[in-house]
């Protein structure tokens, strides 16, 4: 009996979140982001994200490669976790694919523009796609953030390839 192929999707903001899809699609499986606290800071987790990784054992992460936003802190903050989520995926050996939101998102919600409307269509959508998954808010991680983790996932399988 031949294992399914998995693709994770990660949103890669402190609020964000990993998400794991199979081939099917139907079944997913998202968590928040992990996180730790350093000098009173939340901070990416990089062993637990490993953890997390070589527990579902993806064939390909994807991860968004978002242009900054916001303030010079909320950048910065973006930027060092985005870093972190980079370092993390390739040391420990998986294959990273970025993509920038743009791009997933022209491919998967054809004609949605506007922050707004991106977020409640990319709501909208991953629910349809996958019933399973529970959209309520997780500490930080809210529905677009699950929905975003998981349609990147579903951007990766259908664009990205497999190992």
């Known amino acids: 009996m031949a294992t399914e192929t998995i693709w994770a999707g990660l949103d890669p903001g402190l609020s964000g979140a990993v998400a794991f899809i199979g ?3 139907l079944g997913a499986a998202v968590y928040p982001m992990p996180l730790r606290c350093v000098d009173d800071q939340d901070e990416l987790d990089s062993d637990a994200l490993v953890a997390l990784l070589e527990s579902h054992n993806p064939c390909l992460v994807c991860t ?3 242009q900054g936003f916001g303030g010079c802190s909320a950048s910065f903050k973006l930027g060092m976790n ?3 989520l980079i370092v993390a995926t390739i040391s420990a050996r998986f294959r990273l694919l970025r993509v920038r939101p743009q791009t997933w998102q022209r ?3 054809p004609g949605v523009h506007g922050r ?3 977020k409640a269509a990319s709501v909208t959508l991953a629910k349809s796609r996958f019933p399973t998954v529970r959209f309520t808010k997780r500490g930080r991680t809210s529905d677009h953030d699950i ?3 998981l349609l990147v ?3 990766a399988r259908d664009h990205g390839g497999a190992a």
Do not use: H, Y
């Open 82 to 84: 985005l870093g972190g």
């Open 23 to 25: 081939t099917t699609g």
């Open 64 to 66: 968004e490669r978002p």
């Open 116 to 118: 707004s409307d991106l």
């Open 107 to 109: 491919a998967i919600l």
């Open 153 to 155: 996932a579903m951007w």
């Open 147 to 149: 929905a975003d983790a």
